[in-house]
């Protein structure tokens, strides 16, 4: 056993190959240039369909779940519950508006008539509520770039 400190970054990184053969070529010459990984799994063909296939129905469930949800909200009587989606969405709509383009017009004005600037918004902040709402991740866009998933 070797023990090695503990590296300062992590990073978690998969990789398919179009065959189990082009794997097993590609571990064989990691390990004789010694440039492997601290953890490396080479599945055979139906080892990767069951993982594929079982992490795709779960992410069916959790989206058909998550749709439902979304329905009983919308149907819902109250506003407090009907209305709480939109609420943020016209919010983080607007925020998104002033904090591109009007504050900055204001901006501009205020320093021609020498008034104060208005106020700067959490853009970090508003961007993570906007596309979370809007079901904008970067993995799956990520993953398509790299050509990994379909």
Known sequence: MRVRRQPRDKRYE?????????????FREMVSRRATADLMRLSDPEET?????MAAE???????AQLEINAREAAHPSVFV???RPFFGWA?????IYATMLQPLLTWWAQIKGVPAPPILNID???VVITGMLGIGGLRTFEKSKGVAK
């Open 82 to 84: 009907a209305g709480w």
């Open 14 to 26: 998969g990789v398919m190959f179009p065959t189990y053969e082009d794997g097993l070529r590609a």
């Open 58 to 64: 779960g992410e069916l469930k959790q989206v058909i």
């Open 49 to 53: 369909l069951t993982n594929l296939t």
């Open 92 to 96: 983080g709509g607007i925020g998104f």
């Open 125 to 127: 902040l508003l961007w």
